[in-house]
């Protein structure tokens, strides 16, 4: 009988979720030969379960993104007026966030697709929500755009500045090995934005002022801006990114 009483309490449990109605299913329990019964009963419901946990994950995005902005903002300034944000999506069978643009009339307006997987990991979770939010202060739209390594540096650095003020300076280390052992040119491309921002914190936000899409940012910029930063570290900055 431990299956049929399973089953109850485990019905009962859905029912105050919502997903199944206990009254309808409890019949089915009367003894253990009913247990497949329902289960197979349940699986009808699988799709409410899909369902409710793809519309917590989207909206646990946009609280951290809505949370999150203003400071990216106080950072890094304000997103360009052609970019429009229209929401998250998240799939099973992609590995990392990213962008996606589908209306060439409306080149930056865009979605951000994110990883199921990425939910199991709270860190990373908050990493690419910061990542994502400072890319779309100037995306990249329609089109695409070569983007230099200043570009991903700075969302490197967001993410960073983010896993500290919540999880603390042994989360932030722990993330930069990771990229140091994993993914290389982002941790190369944060070291030198963060040397830049050390010299300037107000670098990003004032050549920005002279090229509201950062990736667009050249040399001349550098001074047009007031931004005074050692030529090395300059020429490195925009170099293309490669990953």
């Known amino acids: 009988m431990f299956g049929c009483f399973f089953v109850e309490a485990l019905l009962k449990v859905f029912s105050l979720l919502g997903i199944v109605h206990y009254a ?53 300034g304000e997103a360009v007026e052609e970019a429009t944000f229209d929401g998250f999506y998240v799939l099973d069978d992609i590995t990392k966030p990213s962008a996606v643009f589908e209306q060439a009339d409306e080149p930056y307006r865009y979605k951000i697709q994110m990883p199921a997987r990425v939910f199991s990991n709270d860190v990373m979770l908050l990493a690419d929500v910061i990542q994502e939010t400072v890319r779309g202060q100037y995306p990249v739209g329609f089109d695409g ?26 989360s932030v280390d722990s993330y930069l090995n990771g990229l140091r052992e994993q993914a290389f040119p982002y941790y190369d491309a944060f070291s030198y934005v963060a040397v830049l921002l050390a010299e300037d914190p107000q670098a990003i936000k004032k050549l920005r002022t002279v090229k509201p899409f950062l990736y667009q940012v050249e040399r001349a910029d550098f001074d047009t801006a007031q931004v005074d930063i050692d030529r090395k570290i300059k020429d490195i900055l925009l170099l293309a990114f490669r990953a």
Not at 60 to 71: D, S
Not at 147 to 158: D, N, R, S, T
């Open 24 to 76: 309808k299913v409890a019949p089915y329990v009367a003894c253990t030969v009913h247990v497949h019964q329902v289960l197979v009963f349940f699986g009808l419901n699988k799709d409410k379960v899909v369902a409710d946990t793809y519309s917590i994950e989207v909206n646990k995005l946009k609280k951290l993104r809505a949370a999150w902005l203003p400071a990216v903002e106080f950072l890094f």
């Open 145 to 170: 755009a070569k983007i230099p390594a200043l570009c991903e540096g700075v969302a490197v650095f967001g993410a960073i500045t983010a896993i500290k003020q919540v999880f603390g300076e042994a």
